[in-house]
């Protein structure tokens, strides 16, 4: 396959060799005009925005991904591959599995566990861990030590369900797993299947162990700062 691909319109070149990963394109948007110096939409096909400027005299994208690892497999794919991306860093929301994780606290994804089918692919004679890449765990574990976040690092649950009716996500957390979101395995995967670079940082967002928090979904799209000035720092 050549470029343009089916999902994404832009040319050889427009993306930078970094692409940060939100899911929502409205917060590809926001990073982009908050963020960004010189921003230019490169892609909107399906309404999945694509923009590259400069932070810091440093040239970054940033992409929305969508909901999903059918949605971050096909994105992830076509930019390692078909655009020749050397990292993507995902910067989402998840649900905190952990009690001593809450509202605005920060989940580095050092592997993720998936209740999921993506690997079958592969025809491997096992199951297969997929986990990040060290290089960029470790620039991101050191600027939020530097910055004073809040942060965790350790495993997460790719979920390919949101309405669980097993609501089986605290056996999870029995083996350590400290949140829960619906992209990483397909992207470490993609990363691990191409010889690329992939991270996953989240901001939590709500929590199975206090109900009573949980962010609105404009706080999610506009508040989460912490999170993507990290992503944009090891860029």
């Given at each position: ?57 440093k ?34 929301s ?7 994780l ?10 993720a ?16 861990a ?8 470790e ?22 369900i ?22 990483s ?51």
């Amino acid at each position: 396959m050549s470029i343009p691909t089916p999902h994404i319109n832009a040319k050889a070149g427009d993306f930078a060799e970094t692409v940060l990963m939100p899911g929502d394109p409205k917060r590809s948007k926001m990073i982009a005009e908050n963020f960004l110096e010189d921003a230019v939409l490169i892609n909107d096909v399906r309404g999945v925005q694509g923009y590259t400027g400069t932070y810091k005299g440093k040239r970054v994208s940033v992409m929305a991904s969508g909901m999903g690892q059918p949605s971050i497999g096909i994105y992830s794919y076509e930019l390692f591959k078909f655009y020749d991306i050397k990292n993507i860093i995902r910067i989402g929301s998840c649900g905190s599995l952990d009690p001593e994780l809450h509202l605005q606290d920060i989940v580095i994804a050092q592997a993720a566990c998936t209740n999921g089918n993506y690997a079958i692919q592969y025809q491997l004679q096992g199951t297969f861990a997929p986990i990040a890449s060290y290089e960029l765990l470790e620039k991101a574990v050191n600027e939020a030590r530097d910055k004073g976040y809040k942060f965790k690092v350790g495993n997460i649950l790719s979920s390919d369900i949101f309405y669980d009716d097993a609501n089986s996500a605290m056996d999870w957390a029995k083996m350590g797993v400290l949140g829960v979101e619906m992209e990483s395995a397909a992207l470490y995967c993609n990363a691990a299947r191409l010889g690329k670079n992939a991270l996953c940082i989240c901001t939590v967002s709500d929590s199975f162990n206090y109900p009573d928090e949980i962010m609105s979904a404009e706080d999610r799209q506009n508040s989460l700062t912490k999170m993507i000035e990290l992503a944009l720092e090891i860029a």
